[in-house]
């Protein structure tokens, strides 16, 4: 039983149960000694908001959504164009769009004709670290965990150095709501040289917080369809 106090101590080490951690996460130690209450509401929250804004999402008409996708394809054109020039960055990873997420494969299918070379991520273990994989247009998917289309087994792992992170929410400090796995976090967290993260999403998924905790790691951008709310100097 979940709160039965004795089957938590057997599964803690407690004698008795200081606090819900282990019914959240139970593989994440928190470094920070984050409240153990204010993590479970700030969890709680989170996933009743995630289901909220997918709602509104959903409720776009597909004609308005392929506009705000358009919008978002003029405004990274300059913002890739900035770290291209003159920079090391080779590798882009975007992401194949699943429930409503802005179609970014325009743009994905005209650098990957114009030598940038193309990653998508992929969850090839639970609970850890995204891997990426390389993508041209013949690349033949295939289904990944989630249902998500990636690329196959065969496709070349690579590390990107500029990562675009679709937004479920977002908030004006750079800080990302995603789908509840953690990926982008552990991603960013684990990575010898932190790629430079560009979150991708609608103006109206805009929180005025996401209630930031110990693992979250902000975004150096965030592009909506209304331009950049974040850049690396704000
Ligand atoms: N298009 C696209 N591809 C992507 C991402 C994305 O956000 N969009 N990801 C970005 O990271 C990764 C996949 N992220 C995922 C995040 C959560 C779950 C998941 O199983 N969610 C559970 C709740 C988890 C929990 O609450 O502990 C669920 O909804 O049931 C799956 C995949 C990699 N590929
Ligand atoms: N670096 C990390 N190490 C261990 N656990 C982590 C780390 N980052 C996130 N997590 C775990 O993942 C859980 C979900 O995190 P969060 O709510 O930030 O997901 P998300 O950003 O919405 O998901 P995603 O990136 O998969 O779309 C957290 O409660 C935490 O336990």
Known sequence: MANDPDSFGRRSGFSSPPCLAA???PDY???LGVDP???RDVARWRKSERARLRDIRKALRSGERREIADALITGLRPVLDDRLQGSNLRTVSFYWPIQNEPDLRPLMTELSTTG???ALPLVETKAAPLVFRRWTPDTRMVRGHWNIPVP???AQIVIPELVLAPLVGWDSEGYRLGYGGGYFDRTLASLPNKPFAV???FHAAKLATIYP???????????TEQGIQITPDS
Do not use: K, R, S, W
């Not at 905790?213 to 592009?223: G, T």
């Open 213 to 223: 905790q110990p693992h979250d790691i902000a975004l150096d951008v965030i592009l």
């Open 152 to 154: 196959p087994g065969d």
């Open 116 to 118: 940038v070379d193309i």
């Open 199 to 201: 979150g991708i999403g």
């Open 37 to 39: 209450g204010q993590a």
């Open 23 to 25: 019914e959240i996460a």
């Open 29 to 31: 130690f928190d470094p």
